[in-house]
């Protein structure tokens, strides 16, 4: 069965400093995998997604991921955090009709 | 291009109550994806819609149900609420084709007394 592990609950980073946000997937196929952001009590923004192709996809607001298929990674980076950044990441993985998340991590900026 | 709509933004019910929640796709969009937040068990997925058809369902009790219309909006209904169907509810549209991918609307914030 597919599944997602955000092993970080939350993080706090400086802001400025360079971010990185670790997603591990299981999945028995090419995966479409997908990194989402919320802002507390709103719905889910699309950062980026990957289907196949190149293993590094850039997304809106400076983010990028990298997919690694021998490490079923897909992790989140950008490189100079800004305090807007501060919000719950999600790593998701699977199709429309069946699609998994992973628990979140929760970013904090701190001036 | 208008979001995804969802209405009502809050609700309160009582136990044993029914509530219906509506969400409108992205014009073109004729994938409508339900999931239910909650901080204890996160982000999951309750149903899918293409075409009127419910073509995948999450594991949740038969309380839960949902509907898709002519027109791709969808409606999810819960009947009997418990203390527990307390959550945020998001709606998700998707095109159908290459590269799926769902966009969320703002959710609908269900509070169950």
């Known amino acids: 069965a597919q599944s997602v592990t955000q092993p970080d609950i939350h993080i706090t980073v400086s802001e400025g400093a360079s971010l990185e946000l670790r997603c591990n997937y299981s999945y028995g196929a090419t995966p479409y995998l997908f990194w989402y952001v919320q802002s507390p009590g709103q719905g889910l923004q699309l950062l980026l997604k990957y289907f196949s192709g190149d293993t590094l996809v850039q997304g809106i607001k400076g983010f990028e991921a990298e997919f690694k298929r021998s490490q079923s990674s897909f992790n989140l980076r950008k490189p100079s955090v800004h305090w807007s950044d501060a919000a719950e990441y999600f790593c998701?993985?699977?199709?429309?009709?069946?699609?998994?998340f992973g628990a979140g991590t929760r970013l904090t900026v701190k001036p | 291009k208008a979001g995804v709509t969802q209405t009502p933004r809050y609700l309160i019910k009582t136990r044993g109550q029914q509530v219906t929640l509506s969400c409108s796709p992205i014009?073109?969009?004729?994938?409508v994806s339900w999931y239910q937040q909650t901080p204890g068990q996160g982000l999951q997925f309750l149903f899918e819609y293409f075409s009127e058809t419910q073509r995948n369902k999450g594991n949740f009790p038969g309380r839960f149900s949902g509907r898709q219309f002519s027109n791709s909006r969808s409606e999810m209904n819960v009947s009997t609420l418990e203390l527990g169907d307390s959550a945020l509810y998001l709606c998700?549209?998707?095109?159908?084709?290459?590269?799926?991918?769902?966009?969320f609307g703002p959710g609908t914030r269900l509070l169950v007394l």
């Open positions: 998700a549209s998707s095109f159908v084709g290459l590269e799926e991918t769902q966009y």
């Open positions: 014009s073109g969009h004729r994938s």
């Open positions: 998701a993985v699977g199709s429309i009709n069946d699609m998994r």
